[in-house]
């Protein structure tokens, strides 16, 4: 089966008509990106095959386009079958219709639907929109988006189609004796539990029942028996408890321990304040004293600068001389460099001219030679300026143009196939008279024989006898043949005329005579192109500029200058010039930084002296002396003072750890809690009391020991009955699971083509060696190695695996089906999106073999990732117009 166009109309985002067409057979991609249509293509084929015309607008509603209530959705689908081609129309809602053509015959209405449903393998759903179950061979072949794991629904409702592919032995095993006899089993087994969850069901669900009721019964017995004798138990312990808090009231005892504890933290907490105040003791102590000590400080500091300036002096007086001394002879090299750099500047200038001389005179010979062939240049150029200026007016005389002669051309090509049609329509007229007879034809006299074409009415002149009136039968087509010839013959003519020419072969002539002038003219004006690229003109004042250019030649400078100097090294010069120059500005360098230096070692010797002056009569003060001793004897009485503040505070900090206020704290709490918890117990014990004294009084035990023993008397009965209904059913389900392992291996060896079609696909998946198959045709297992391991339950696979072998299985039924000579189509919507990229190389692979055999129909919105399939994709159809 090959779909080859597929149309929608007014479904749903389709609201404008499109269509799907140029699907060929084999593997055909169809891309667009999310939301633009592709799964309501696929749907629309579903909807064309699956649904029935006739069904309501309420199953169906989904095919509306969005906000439009009134629109009647169309599906047109051509397809074709075994070379026979078939159009499938179906509207739905409004107007509602399907045609089936086919053959040169059309099916209409439920005929055409039922007609389609026997050929492809599917059924309508009895009333309603269609589901799963209905869509037989197609639902197996059509893969909806996301669903491509699922595949044993679709493989039960394709399961006739495919038990006839695989021949008659399959419906042999359905009804042999063996069959009868597993019914017959199930029968039995399924008389005492249920099908599917196995739980029993009927007199063993009864007898079941009835032992759980006499359970159920026995144990609210034997608990009632059990709360009474605790209830009795608890009531004697409550009694107990009670006089024991009477006589002893243990919460007076905590009250009595939490008070002591409350003045032992009492105690505690007047050593933390005695603590606190001698810390602010020693603060402002140690504040007294940091300034004492700053000041001692401050006059080491001054003592230690003071030294450190003597030193620095006495080393800035003994590094001066030497200083002065490299300072000295830095400059007097300095010197000497600047006269050798002038010296040899002068050399480099005076070598400058000579060299300027020279190139003068090397100029003014190539200015010569320059004169010279620019007036053998100006000389051809105006000669070709000439010819140019002749080729050019001949050139402008002459009207022809190319597209006047493709005009007489086409006139004349006219004129000739009119006159060819003339020619053939007008009616022949021919005449042999007499040597002395004649005949007068319009304005011509005829004589002797001959032969007239007649394209218009004419006359015959019979003199005496009378006139023959002779009309073509086309007389109205001829006469407008003759006129357009007519029309045609002076367009030419005129042409002819307005171009002084007397045939077109003159035209012609005369055209390649000018294309031959433009030839000539081109070379000529390439020719003078080269001699004079400016022009003319140009040239003439390149000439004139190089003659007064020519007037002067230069002289030679009058240069003098000592032995081994060269002018024509200027180059050697110029380098002696500027290492000269180089080292003058390095000794600068050197000398200026050294010469700096001096004048700072100076200033700082000065500033140095002056400051040593005033600190040394500052620190030589009687006055400042006795400042510095009263300062150190105050801040030893304050050091003696912290030491006995620190001890102090110790002592009151060790007092109130050896307190331990925080457990204090905590056995305040503690005790504060217990008494009032005692005193709870006492009062919820006393209500605890009355309340399981009134409770007792009101139950009654009487008789309930007879009561118990008689039920458990019964449930042994009934629990020897249910045991015998477990074995019963034990050995059912052993000889049912017997008979279906044989039959399953009868199966197997039945099932061996579609195994043979599922090998053939299993290379394209890793791994894979074996698909184990159900008796309904449907994969269960994977099998990993050659057959020796257990196979992987195919719910327990990932998903991408269950989706590339459901894509594998359907191949498969595809071939198997194919082969029974059944039509196959299948319809991928974006499946192997799960898949990795070694994994779905191999399903490329896959599809493209599968592709030689069956026609595939893929919607992706992954255009990328199928570029590699070497079929053209084709985009999502537009709205036609």
């Not at 400080?297 to 006495?314: C, P």
């Not at 060790?654 to 117990?681: E, M």
């Not at 009955?721 to 392992?741: E, F, G, K, V």
Request: proline content about 2%; aromatic content about 6%.
């Amino acid at each position: 089966m090959q779909i080859l166009s597929l149309t929608l109309q007014q479904f749903r985002r389709f609201e404008q008509a499109v269509e799907l067409r140029d699907l060929h057979a084999g593997l055909n991609i169809i891309a667009g990106p999310n939301e633009a249509g592709k799964s309501t293509l696929a749907q629309a084929i579903r909807v064309a095959f699956f649904e029935r015309h006739s069904t309501g607008s309420g199953p169906l509603k989904s095919l509306l386009p969005w906000g439009d209530s009134t629109a009647a959705p169309e599906v047109t689908v051509r397809f074709c079958i075994a070379d026979k081609q078939y159009t499938l129309q179906k509207r739905f809602f409004k107007a509602r219709r399907c045609f089936l053509d086919f053959a040169g015959q059309r099916l209409e209405g439920e005929q055409a639907e039922q007609h389609l449903a026997e050929l492809l393998g599917y059924e309508y759903a009895n009333r309603g929109a269609s589901d799963k179950k209905n869509w037989g061979v197609p639902g197996l072949l059509w893969i909806e988006q996301g669903q491509g794991q699922d595949l044993r629904e679709a493989v039960l409702a394709a399961g006739a189609t495919l038990q006839q592919a695989l021949g008659q032995h399959v419906a042999e095993l359905g009804s042999s004796d063996g069959e009868e006899l597993i019914e017959r089993v199930k029968r039995e087994l399924f008389s005492l539990r249920t099908e599917v969850q196995g739980s029993p069901k009927g007199d063993w669900l009864a007898s079941l029942r009835q032992q759980e009721e006499l359970q159920t019964q026995l144990k609210e017995w034997r608990a009632q028996l059990q709360q009474y004798q605790q209830g009795v138990d608890e009531l004697s312990r409550l009694k107990t408890l009670l006089q024991r808090h009477e006589k002893e009231q243990p919460w007076q005892a905590m009250l009595q321990q939490q008070q002591a504890a409350e003045a032992k933290l009492a105690q505690a907490q007047a050593f933390v304040k005695q603590e606190e105040s001698l810390c602010q003791q020693l603060e402002l102590l140690r504040l007294n004293l940091g300034r004492l000590q700053d000041g001692l400080l401050a006059q080491q500091e001054k003592q230690v600068a003071f030294n450190a300036k003597q030193e620095q002096l006495h080393s800035l007086l003994q590094s001066l001389p030497g200083i002065e001394q490299q300072r000295d002879h830095l400059h007097s090299r300095f010197q000497q460099a600047c006269q050798d750099r002038d010296q040899y500047e002068t050399y480099r200038e005076q070598a400058r001219q000579w060299q300027l001389w020279q190139a003068q005179k090397a100029s003014h010979q190539a200015a010569m030679q320059e004169h010279e062939r620019l007036g053998r240049r100006l000389l051809e150029a105006t000669k070709l300026d000439q010819q140019i200026a002749t080729l050019s007016a001949l050139i402008h005389q002459e009207p022809v143009q190319a597209d006047a002669i493709k005009q007489a051309k086409a006139l004349q090509t006219q004129l000739q196939r009119w006159q060819l049609q003339l020619e053939a329509q007008a009616p022949e007229l021919w005449f042999d008279l007499q040597a002395q007879a004649e005949l007068q034809l319009g304005q011509e006299r005829l004589q002797g024989q001959g032969k007239r074409l007649l394209s218009q009415t004419a006359i015959i002149d019979l003199g005496a006898a009378g006139t023959v009136r002779i009309v073509p039968a086309a007389a109205s087509n001829t006469e407008a043949l003759h006129s357009d010839i007519q029309h045609c013959r002076q367009q030419l003519n005129s042409l002819l005329e307005s171009l002084a020419a007397q045939s077109i072969e003159e035209l012609e002539r005369r055209w390649e005579i000018k294309q031959e002038r433009v030839r000539d003219l081109q070379h000529d004006q390439n020719t003078l192109m080269r001699h004079a690229p400016h022009g003319v003109s140009a040239l003439q004042q390149q000439a004139q500029a190089l003659i007064l250019q020519l007037t002067e030649a230069p002289r030679q400078p009058e240069i003098t200058v000592p032995d081994g100097i060269e002018l024509s090294q200027a180059d050697m010069l110029e380098q002696e010039f500027q290492a000269r120059k180089n080292r003058a500005q390095a000794l600068e360098e050197e000398w200026r930084p050294l010469r700096e230096q001096v004048q700072q070692h100076v200033l700082r010797i000065q500033a140095l002296e002056s400051d040593i002056a005033a600190q040394k009569e500052l620190l030589s003060d009687p006055s400042y002396l006795l400042q510095q001793q009263d300062r150190r004897m105050q801040a030893q009485a304050l050091q003696e003072q912290e030491r006995v503040l620190i001890e102090q505070i110790a002592q009151a900090k060790q007092h109130y750890n050896d307190a331990g206020a925080d457990l204090l704290r905590q056995d305040i709490t503690r005790y504060a809690r217990s008494a009032i918890q005692f005193k709870q117990d006492y009062e919820q014990a006393r209500e605890d009391l009355l309340v399981l004294q009134t409770k007792l009084e009101s139950q009654g035990v009487q008789g309930l020991d007879e009561k118990i023993a008689d039920h458990q008397g019964q449930l042994e009965l009934v629990q020897k009955r249910n045991a015998n209904y477990a074995r019963r059913a034990a050995a059912l389900q052993l000889l049912l699971d017997t008979l279906q392992s044989k039959r399953r291996d009868l199966t197997e060896r039945l099932l061996q083509p579609l195994q043979s079609r599922m090998l053939h696909y299993l290379r394209f998946l890793p791994q894979a060696k074996a698909v184990i198959l159900d008796q309904h045709f449907a994969p269960t297992g994977l099998q990993r190695d050659a057959g020796v391991g257990l196979a992987d339950v195919v719910e327990d696979l990932s998903f991408g695996t269950r989706e590339q072998l459901g894509l594998m299985a359907r191949l498969a039924y595809a071939d198997l089906l194919q082969e029974a000579g059944h039509p196959t189509f299948l319809m991928l919507d974006d499946v192997l999106v799960h898949s990795d990229e070694q994994r779905l190389e191999q399903m490329k692979r896959m599809l493209t073999d599968a592709a030689l055999r069956h026609q595939i129909v893929l919607f992706t919105c992954q255009e990328e990732k199928w570029q590699d399939m070497g079929v053209r994709i084709q985009r999502l159809p537009q709205a036609l117009q």
